[in-house]
């Protein structure tokens, strides 16, 4: 997986490194690129130390999640994911455009 431009500044050398590294392990794991990573960050502890992170990447069929410190620190967590709802299976829905899961009516 990629990391945006617009996250380059915001992340630490230590954790551009993981990030790169985590993509190679899922790529062993998934047979694939999952895109990019969507970054969220914590506030920062004190100010200049770089911020605590959770970096996920997903397809339709997996999804990899980062937790990283400032330092580079933290688990990779891969899961694939098991398929519930889907707006654009039609198969999945009344006539009305209903489906049983989600209880909203279209
Ligand atoms: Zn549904």
Same mark, same amino acid.
């Given at each position: 997986?990629?990391?945006?431009?617009?996250?380059?500044?915001?992340?630490?050398?230590?954790?551009?490194?993981?990030?790169?590294?985590?993509?190679?392990?899922?790529?062993?794991?998934?047979?694939?690129? @999952?895109?990019?990573?969507?970054?969220?960050?914590?506030?920062?502890?004190?100010? %200049?130390?770089?911020?605590?992170?959770? =970096?996920? &990447?997903?397809?339709?069929?997996?999804?990899?999640?980062?937790?990283?410190?400032?330092?580079?620190?933290?688990?990779?967590?891969?899961?694939?994911?098991? @398929?519930?709802?889907?707006?654009?299976?039609?198969?999945?829905?009344?006539?009305? %455009?209903?489906?049983?899961?989600?209880? =909203?009516? &279209?």
């Amino acid at each position: 997986m990629s990391i945006w431009n617009h996250d380059l500044p915001r992340l630490t050398e230590k954790q551009r490194a993981a990030l790169e590294l985590a993509a190679r392990r899922v790529e062993n794991m998934h047979g694939s690129h @999952l895109g990019f990573w969507g970054i969220v960050y914590a506030e920062e502890v004190r100010p %200049g130390r770089g911020h605590d992170i959770t =970096a996920w &990447a997903a397809d339709g069929e997996a999804i990899a999640t980062q937790y990283l410190d400032p330092y580079g620190n933290g688990p990779l967590v891969f899961s694939q994911t098991e @398929l519930i709802h889907n707006d654009a299976d039609e198969d999945h829905h009344d006539e009305d %455009g209903n489906c049983e899961c989600t209880g =909203a009516k &279209a």
